[in-house]
């Protein structure tokens, strides 16, 4: 996925669920969680 990110919008990037739980955190939400989707898509969601 980072492959595609790079070259559809040059200096983007993707980011692991363990980042996105991280930056939650770093914030004040108390708790999140990643659910799997269809194919290769993944929605995060976090709580306060």
């Known amino acids: ?4 990110m ?3 919008f040059g ?3 993707d980011y ?7 930056w939650c955190r770093e ?3 108390k708790r999140f969680e990643v659910i799997h989707l269809a194919g290769p898509s993944n ?3 976090a709580y306060t």
């Open 1 to 4: 996925m980072s492959l595609n």
């Open 43 to 45: 929605a995060a969601i």
């Open 16 to 22: 692991s669920a363990a980042d996105f739980e991280e």
């Open 27 to 29: 914030v004040g939400f």
């Open 6 to 8: 790079l070259i559809e």
């Open 11 to 13: 200096d983007a990037f």
